[in-house]
T-cell receptor
């Protein structure tokens, strides 16, 4: 079954304690992205990756890091989480958005609370 | 990317047809129109895409008039489980999908 798997689904942590949210896809997609969703602000892209070892900032990258060492995995790293990073996070994968392709596959989400 | 405008919310009852219209006056010649569905606390899910006229799949139909300045997503005979936020996206950026506020559809018994 084609899927994007995020872990953990829920996480409560304290300010400053480094954490990693994992994301894995089994569709051999080139593109992977991280979004955060906040009430009233919608879905905003944090980082994206066009392929292995190629990543770039999205709209709200401050406070986050990513890596793409393998095609299937795209972890999101919060080196020093702060309360304003409390949010619902989604990982997504897709083929390139061109030629009419706009289908992305999203993970189940990770609800992060930083206290 | 073309700017889209869609209603903030719509209410319906089980068994009714729900039509959500999205305006996209600045749609470019090569732009496709895509709709996503998002249930509470879940990731968005692609439901349908079209370029012109009508597209139908097992979930919904998408009607696009000749001028392509608007489109209508039609959900036939909705059930309680169709309660979700529906997003209209037009055009594409190579690396990002741009989701607006979407339309919250609430289906009541």
């Amino acid at each position: 079954e084609a899927q994007v798997t995020q872990n953990p689904r829920y996480l409560i942590t304290v300010t400053g304690k480094k954490l990693t949210v994992t994301c894995s896809q089994n569709m051999n997609h080139e593109y992977m992205s991280w979004y955060r969703q906040d009430p009233g602000l919608g879905l905003r892209q944090i980082y994206y990756s066009m392929n292995v070892e190629v990543t770039d900032k999205g709209d709200v990258p401050e406070g986050y890091k990513v890596s793409r060492k393998e095609k299937r995995n795209f972890p999101l790293i919060l080196e020093s989480p702060s309360p304003n990073q409390t949010s619902l996070y989604f990982c997504a994968s897709s083929s390139p958005f061109r030629g009419g392709n706009t289908e992305a596959f999203f993970g189940q989400g990770t609800r992060l609370t930083v206290v | 990317l073309a700017k889209t405008t869609q209603p903030i919310s719509m209410d319906s009852y089980e068994g009714q047809e729900v039509n959500i219209t999205c305006s996209h006056n600045n749609i470019a010649t090569n732009d496709y129109i895509t709709w996503y569905q998002q249930f509470p606390s879940q990731g968005p899910r692609f439901i349908i895409q079209g370029y012109k006229t009508k597209v139908t799949n097992e979930v919904a139909s998408l009607f696009i008039p000749a001028d392509r300045k608007s489109s209508t997503l039609s959900l036939p005979r909705v059930s309680l489980s169709d309660t979700a936020v529906y997003y209209c996206l037009v055009g594409e950026n190579d690396y990002k999908l741009s989701f607006g506020a979407g339309t919250t559809v609430t289906v009541r018994a």
